[in-house]
C-alpha cells in the first residue's frame, strides 16, 4: 500500500491535461448524453422518454467516439467519461481530448472520482442546488490534478475496468435476487387468499369508524411530542409503519387532532400519491396523529382482524383496487367512499388471525433476506468505491499485481 503518490506522479492541471475542442453540431447525428454512472453515449442507446430537446440544437457541439465529456453542472456527480458514439451534445458539455500522452479513460476516471469525492464541489465558484457550476472553462480548467505516467494511466483504467465490472456483475447478481424474493413474497400474498374463494362484502360491513386527517399541521411540527403520520410513513409492501419520525406539539386549545389519534391496530391507507400503501397501527405508533392523507379505518375488531384487511390489500386484487380507485376509474386520489366500498375476503375471525400471523412470519423471513442482500450491495458499491478513490490517488500500486 501506498500512502502518498509515488514521486513520478505529476501535479498539473485540467488546462495542461485536456484540450477543449470547438466542432460543430452535425445535421443527421443523435443526441448524446453523459451520464451519471460515467457512460457517455447516444440517448437512443439508453431511452429518450423524460427529455426536452431543443428545437433548434443552437450551441450544440460533435462529439466523436474516445472524446473525454465533461457535464459542466453534473460532472460533480460522475456524469464525465469518455464517448462511445457520435452524435452531438449540449453546450453544457465540455468536449475535450488530451493535451499530449495521457489516457483518456484514466482522466475520466479520475474527473468522476474528483466529483463524487466532494473535491469539485470546493472548486466551484457557483454551488447551486443539486448541481455545481463549472461551465466558464477557466474555472474548469483551473482545477489541479495529481498525474501517474502515461503507461500507468493505462494500466490504472484496464485494471479498474475489470475490477469494477467484476463488482458491478456481482451487485447486478444481487439486485436480481432482490426481484426474485419480492416476486417469491408477492405470490406467498396471493397464494394464500386464493384459498379462501371469492365470497366478498364491503369493508363498510365492519367500519366503526373512517375518517381522513385534517389540514395545517405544518404550524404544530416539534423536536418532541406527539408522533404525526406523514404519507412517507407508510410503506409500500408491509404493513408496520416506518421512515423518519415527525412529531407535533398542539397547544391546549387546539382539539381538532383528537378526532385522528390512532389506536392499536387502526387500519391507514394512502388516499394521495401513493395509493396502494397500508399499513396497522402499532407500538410507538398508538396516539399519533395523521395528516390529511391518509384515511384512518377503525374497524369492528370482533368481526374482523385489521392485518387480514391489510394483507388482503397488498395482494395484487387488493393493490388493483386501491389503484383502480376501487370502482375502475383512473383517480389521482382515494376518496372515503372509495375505501368503504373496497371489496374484502370473509373468513371466520380465527382463521383470519392464523391467515395474518403466517404471512406476517413469513413475510418477515423473507424481508430479512432482502435486507440482507440489500446491505451487501450497498458494502460492494462502497468497496468498489473505495477501491478507485486509492488506485487513482496512488494508494494502491496495480503494477505491484500486473
Keep these: 500500500m501506498i500512502t502518498t503518490p509515488p514521486p513520478d506522479w505529476r501535479e498539473t492541471t485540467v488546462r495542461r491535461v485536456l484540450r477543449l475542442l470547438d466542432r460543430p453540431a452535425r445535421s443527421g447525428l443523435g443526441v448524446i448524453t453523459a451520464y451519471r454512472d460515467g457512460t457517455v453515449t447516444l ?24 472524446d473525454l465529456v465533461f457535464h459542466a453542472l453534473d460532472g460533480f456527480a460522475g456524469a464525465v467519461g469518455v ?42 465558484p457557483n454551488v447551486r442546488e443539486r448541481s455545481v457550476d463549472f461551465r466558464n472553462w477557466s474555472t474548469f480548467a483551473r482545477i489541479p490534478l495529481v498525474l501517474p ?12 475496468d475489470r475490477e469494477t465490472a467484476r463488482i458491478d456483475t456481482l451487485i447486478e447478481e444481487q439486485q436480481r435476487l432482490i426481484e426474485m424474493l419480492r416476486e417469491r413474497r408477492q405470490a406467498i400474498i396471493d397464494v394464500t387468499f386464493s384459498v379462501l374463494g371469492e365470497s366478498c ?58 378526532r385522528t389519534m390512532l389506536e392499536a391496530g387502526d387500519l ?38 385489521s392485518r387480514f384487511i391489510g394483507w388482503f390489500m397488498l395482494t395484487t386484487t387488493g393493490q388493483d383496487q386501491l389503484k383502480e380507485g376501487a370502482a375502475g376509474g383512473a383517480k389521482m386520489q382515494l376518496g372515503l367512499d372509495d375505501i368503504r366500498g373496497l371489496r374484502v375476503p370473509v373468513a371466520p375471525i380465527n382463521e383470519q388471525r392464523n391467515i ?16 440482507q442482500t440489500e446491505r451487501f450491495i450497498e458494502l460492494s458499491k462502497e468497496r468498489r468505491s473505495a477501491l478507485i478513490t486509492a488506485v487513482v490517488t496512488g494508494q494502491i500500486d496495480v503494477r505491484e499485481g500486473a
Design 201 to 258: 362484502v364491503q369493508l363498510r360491513r365492519y367500519l366503526r369508524f373512517l375518517t381522513s386527517g385534517s389540514r395545517g399541521w405544518a404550524d404544530y411540527y416539534a423536536d418532541a411530542g406527539e408522533r404525526f403520520v406523514r404519507i412517507g410513513n407508510l410503506p409500500r409492501a408491509s404493513l408496520d409503519l416506518r421512515g423518519d419520525v415527525q412529531f407535533v406539539d398542539l397547544p391546549a386549545n387546539v382539539t381538532e387532532g383528537s
Design 268 to 305: 391507514l391507507f394512502s388516499i394521495t400519491a401513493y395509493l396502494g400503501s397500508v399499513a396497522v397501527v402499532g407500538g410507538d405508533w398508538v396516539g399519533a396523529y395523521v395528516s390529511q392523507h391518509v384515511a384512518l379505518c377503525r374497524l369492528e375488531s370482533e368481526h374482523v382482524d
Design 149 to 160: 505516467p502515461a503507461d500507468e494511466q493505462r494500466a490504472i483504467a484496464h485494471y479498474l
Design 43 to 66: 440517448r437512443s442507446n439508453r431511452r429518450e422518454d423524460g427529455y426536452t430537446f431543443s428545437d433548434s440544437e443552437n450551441g450544440y457541439q460533435e462529439i466523436r467516439p474516445g
Design 356 to 371: 395474518a400471523a403466517s404471512l406476517d412470519e413469513q413475510t418477515a423471513k423473507i424481508d430479512t433476506l432482502i435486507e
Design 83 to 124: 464517448s462511445d458514439s457520435h452524435g452531438n451534445g449540449s453546450p453544457v458539455y465540455h468536449v475535450c481530448e488530451p493535451v499530449v500522452g495521457d489516457d483518456p479513460a484514466y482522466l475520466a476516471r479520475l474527473l468522476r472520482h474528483l466529483g463524487t469525492s466532494g473535491f469539485l464541489a470546493t472548486q466551484a
